[in-house]
């Protein structure tokens, strides 16, 4: 088989993860999550990077592109498997690991906006893929290869979303 494929397959089946994780950045706002708590340090819980407004359209976009695929499947093997259900639950996912590791940013005391290498970049997804496993298996080589694909597609996407105002910083 050729490897164009799996990858092909692996960004397919990954997109509504991706679609979670970057549409806050235009339709995100208003109340945090966090309502302004602070942790134990006296530091902000999660942030105001992390609204509530953000959460919903994140699980509503993955949800929806999982519908898409459902009525439209594409020719992969794993992509083709997409639904409604597998798409929602993969956007819980992305959610619950772009909020933890916002959490662990805190705690590190890195301020919102301020990268922390790895958990920015592949946290979300690995927390999506970890979710979307149990409804839908993940075969150990599309683990790989989004691992290790979504950093660069996640510095492509910064990088092009500065350009066009939608960030004020390229990471
Ligand atoms: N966003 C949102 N709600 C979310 C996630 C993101 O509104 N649940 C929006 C915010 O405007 C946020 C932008 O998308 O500033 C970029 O998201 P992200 O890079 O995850 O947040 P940061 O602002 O960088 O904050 P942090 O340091 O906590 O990651
Ligand atoms: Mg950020």
Do not use: C
């Amino acid at each position: 088989m050729n490897p164009m494929f799996w990858i092909w397959d692996a960004i397919l089946f990954i997109l509504p993860a991706y679609f979670a994780n970057s549409l806050p950045v235009i339709l995100g706002g208003g109340p945090s999550m966090d309502r302004g708590r602070k942790w134990k340090d006296g530091r902000p819980l999660l942030g105001e990077g992390k609204t509530i407004r953000g959460a919903l359209v994140a699980i509503a976009a993955a949800a929806l592109l999982g519908a898409i695929y459902q009525f439209f499947p594409p020719s992969g093997d794993l992509s083709s498997q997409m639904t409604l259900v597998v798409g929602l639950v993969m956007g819980v996912g992305t959610v619950l690991g772009d909020t933890i590791g916002s959490f662990l940013k805190r705690r590190l005391n890195i301020q919102r906006g301020e990268t922390l290498p790895l958990i920015d970049q592949d946290g979300f997804v690995l927390m999506a893929l970890l979710l979307t496993h149990f409804i839908q298996p993940v075969p150990l080589l599309y683990w790989i290869l989004i691992l290790a694909i979504t950093p660069f597609v996640h510095v492509a996407f910064n990088v092009i979303a500065y350009i066009v105002h939608w960030k004020n910083v390229p990471y």
